[in-house]
C-alpha cells in the first residue's frame, strides 16, 4: 500500500529507513570525532514559573491533582492509618497489594489482607487485587503529577498499572517541588520513572473520556503532613 502524500508510508519498516535516511542526511556534515558533550546546549530556561511558599506550592498540586480527577485527602501522619482504613472501607477492599517496603503502621488500622507483591504475583492476581496502596518518590504542584521510581515503599511499576483502585501517599513538605526541572534535577535517570498525572485515560475520536485504560480508574492521593 502506498503512502498518502506528505504522511509516513504505512509499512513500518518503510517509514522507519526513512527516518534513518533523513538523520544520517543531516549528519553527513558532522566530523567522526565530534561528540555531543563538544557542544554544551544552554539550559537556562526557568526552573520555575512564579514565586510560591511551601503552603501555596501544596496548594497549587492539591489543585491540579484535582483537576486531573484525582482524589485528594489530606492529613498527617498520625491520622494516616485512619484516613487509609475508611478510605479502603469506602471502597469495600478486602484484598490490598503492597510493595514490600510499605511501613507497616500505615495499614495498621485497616481490615484487609495486605498482599506484598512478589514476582509470584501474575498479572491476573493484581487483577483481582481490589486495591494497591503505595508511597511516591515525589510529587509537582505545577503539573499535578506524581512520580514513582519503584522505591521500597512504591514497588514495581506494574503493581500501580494493574489494580483498577491506587491509593498513593505524598509525605509533605518534602516530596513536593514546584516543577518539572527540579523534579529531574532529583530523580535518578536509570530508575524506572512512572508519571501520573489523574487516573488513566483516554477519549476516541468523538472525544468521550473513557479511564482505567492504561492503569487504576481510581487514583486518591493523600497530603501527609508530619
Not at 501555596?56 to 485527602?73: F, I, K, M, S
Not at 489530606?74 to 475508611?86: E, N, S, V
Amino acid at each position: 500500500m502506498g503512502a498518502h502524500p506528505g504522511r509516513w508510508p504505512v509499512n513500518g519498516y518503510g517509514s522507519r529507513e526513512r527516518i534513518l535516511a533523513r538523520v544520517r542526511r543531516a549528519l553527513a556534515d558532522v566530523p567522526a570525532h565530534e561528540r555531543p558533550a563538544d557542544h554544551p546546549v544552554p539550559r537556562d530556561y526557568a526552573a520555575v514559573h512564579g514565586t510560591r511558599t511551601p503552603e501555596e506550592t501544596v496548594e497549587l498540586l492539591a489543585a491540579n491533582l484535582a483537576d486531573y480527577r484525582a482524589r485528594v485527602h489530606r492529613t498527617d501522619t498520625a491520622g494516616l492509618p485512619a484516613l487509609l482504613a475508611g478510605l479502603l472501607a469506602r471502597r469495600g477492599a478486602r484484598r490490598v497489594v503492597v510493595p514490600a517496603g510499605l511501613p507497616p503502621q500505615w495499614l495498621s488500622r485497616a481490615v484487609v489482607e495486605p498482599v506484598t507483591d512478589s514476582p509470584a504475583l501474575t498479572h491476573r492476581d493484581l487483577d483481582a487485587m481490589d486495591s494497591v496502596v503505595t508511597g511516591c518518590a515525589l510529587a509537582i504542584a505545577e503539573t499535578g503529577t506524581v512520580v514513582l521510581d519503584a522505591g521500597p515503599d512504591q514497588g514495581r511499576r506494574r503493581i500501580t498499572l494493574i489494580p483498577d483502585h491506587h491509593l498513593c501517599v505524598v509525605r509533605l513538605p518534602d516530596q513536593v517541588v514546584d516543577s518539572v526541572p527540579q523534579a529531574l534535577r532529583r530523580l535518578d535517570p536509570l530508575r524506572p520513572l512512572t508519571w501520573i498525572s489523574g487516573p488513566s485515560a483516554t477519549s476516541d475520536i468523538e472525544l468521550d473520556r473513557v479511564e482505567g485504560v492504561h492503569g487504576p480508574r481510581t487514583l486518591e492521593v493523600l497530603l501527609v503532613n508530619p
